[in-house]
């Protein structure tokens, strides 16, 4: 096979285009053009007018060779990369030795539990909400009425904080091994849209990911996997000093009923989630090598998603190959604040994401139509250990909870997220008043009040900046009625489990940090994309040993 990169054709191209355009770009008769197969799909919106697709395909012609020769060292043209998933290793028949837990099932843990039922080695799935079917009911429980169940919600249960998102399936991280492709393949086969597998940003969306789970969940259990819903773990069984430090086993208790249990376990992937604070806490009881790491916090802020696809696409906005517009923006404050645009979901909404009681969190979600009104988007600001809270493992957690408390507070003490209009956050007073060009989405409902109630000056001050240099670059983005919706401070992990080369913990063998709440990761993909390399480390270190 051989790959084409870069060919570009005009938006309103006909399919019928493609094959000639290929011929063309190798010099070959169309005859001699034996398959096609895309790989990716993107668009240059440069200029607006005249937006262009741009496509990598893998194409398999006659006399391959003399082709490729014509093209030595082509950037655009060269052999197929193998993306081809291979198991590093396998379990031999009748394999019957402890069996590796995995603790949480979001998209680390459930990519890290396939590979390890793949290998042979039927792990035991450790979840403390519940299985995703519920977990949907639980959720809506704090949106439509105000009750928040603190072990399933946004941020618990199968699936994990992913499945109340857009659902985007991109990623930058390095991928030399394309483990991305091994994931998007799996989830396909579990319902995902092809598109997924070409679409230069592919998103499945909320429902879409809900019938996903649940087919992957039926899989791992096909091949010995075991599921335990409504179980958290208590406390880690940790023996030896040193060197020798090493899990023993689990002690795990029930989130329905209480009732406590004991899991002997010798090798276990934390794929934990950043919101897992009660077992960070455990860990950092237990010794377990912990460090602070920075993260950002802000807010949500909604435009109309026909003002976002307007200013991207110009007169195409509404093509449907082009879809619902998307932005990624960054500015640098004055006062040495990066200010940016995080989790950006067109068409979508923002919901209610905390999963502690007396807390308000905010975050975005949409469903792979991206047909909603508004479209959503993290405005953000960094902060740091050592220098907007103290450099310990646990101090940027106690930082979260506090603002995330003040706008509890702020919200009117209901769950309610505190809003501003942009017109009175950069004139520095409360808002009040109705609403008026744009209506946010957030449920259980939203309260006019100010933001610099449950933000720190210095975020306040660099969205203040940020904001009028947004809206010279996307116009209306900084249009007087657009809301501000408060707090946003789950952008990240504000720890890191720490992990040597093999995967384990630095100083306690047997724990294999991983994914989002490990500090490893940062959105689905790469989630996913971290669970399999520790599942590979994990299953090397059982079966060699």
Excluded at 191 to 210: K, M, Q
Excluded at 261 to 289: I, K, N, Q
Excluded at 373 to 391: E, H, I, Q
Aim: net charge neutral; hydrophobic share 40%.
């Amino acid at each position: 096979m051989i790959r084409i990169s870069d060919l570009t054709l005009p938006l309103d191209h006909a399919a019928e285009a493609i094959d000639p355009a290929i011929c063309a770009m190798l010099g070959i008769a169309p005859d001699r053009l034996l398959r096609v197969n895309m790989v990716r799909r993107g668009n240059d919106a440069r200029k607006k007018s005249a937006i262009k697709l741009v496509y990598v395909f893998d194409v398999e012609v006659e006399d391959e060779a003399e082709v490729l020769a014509r093209f030595p060292g082509h950037s655009h043209i060269r052999p197929a990369p193998d993306t081809a998933y291979r198991l590093p290793v396998v379990a031999p028949e009748g394999y019957a030795g402890l069996r590796p837990v995995v603790i949480g099932a979001g998209p680390c843990g459930l990519m890290a539990a396939l590979i390890l039922a793949e290998m042979g080695l039927k792990p035991i799935i450790i979840e403390r909400g519940t299985a995703v079917r519920e977990r949907t009911k639980d959720t809506w429980a704090l949106w439509r009425r105000h009750q928040l169940s603190t072990e399933s919600n946004v941020q618990f249960g199968e699936g994990g904080a992913g499945t109340f998102s857009d659902g985007k399936l991109y990623s930058r991280i390095k991928d030399p091994r394309h483990l991305s492709r091994k994931v998007l393949t799996e989830f396909v086969k579990a319902g995902a849209p092809d598109d997924i597998l070409y679409e230069a940003h592919p998103h499945v969306g909320t429902f879409r990911l809900v019938t996903m789970v649940m087919s992957m969940r039926e899989k791992i259990e096909q091949l010995g996997g075991e599921y335990r819903f409504q179980t958290r773990v208590r406390d880690f069984d940790i023996e030896g000093e040193g060197d020798a430090r090493h899990l023993v086993g689990l002690h795990l208790v029930s989130t329905k009923d209480g009732s406590e249990s004991y899991l002997p376990a010798r090798h276990c992937v934390m794929a934990l989630g950043h919101s897992s604070r009660d077992t960070f806490e455990v860990l950092h009881e237990r010794g377990v090598f912990l460090e602070s790491k920075p993260f950002a916090i802000g807010v949500r802020i909604e435009h109309p998603q026909s003002w976002i696809d307007t200013a991207r696409f110009g007169q195409c906005a509404g093509n449907p190959i082009l879809g619902a517009a998307a932005y990624a923006i960054s500015h640098q404050a004055s006062n040495g604040r990066a200010v940016y645009s995080f989790c950006m979901c067109p068409g979508g909404r923002v919901v209610a994401a905390t999963s502690e009681e007396g807390r308000v969190v905010t975050n975005g979600m949409s469903q792979y139509s991206r047909a909603e009104f508004n479209a959503n988007s993290g405005l953000v600001v960094t902060v740091d250990p050592g220098k907007d809270y103290p450099d310990e493992p646990l101090a940027g957690m106690a930082f979260q909870r506090q603002w995330e408390s003040l706008a509890f507070t702020a919200g009117g003490g209901d769950y309610c997220a505190p809003g501003q209009k942009v017109s009175d956050f950069l004139a520095g007073r409360p808002s009040e008043g109705e609403f008026g060009a744009v209506v946010p989405s957030y449920k259980p409902g939203v309260k006019l009040t100010d933001l610099s109630l449950c933000l720190p000056p210095y975020v306040i001050e660099a969205i203040r900046e940020a904001l009028p240099v947004f809206g010279r670059q996307i116009p209306n983005y900084d249009h007087p009625d657009v809301v501000m919706t408060g707090v946003e401070t789950r952008t990240s992990c504000p720890l890191r489990i720490t992990r040597g080369k093999d995967f384990q913990s630095l100083n306690t063998r047997g724990l294999y940090p991983a994914g989002e709440g490990a500090g490893y990761a940062g959105g689905i993909l790469s989630a996913a994309v971290d669970g399999i390399k520790v599942a590979e480390a994990l299953g090397v270190e059982v079966l060699r040993g």
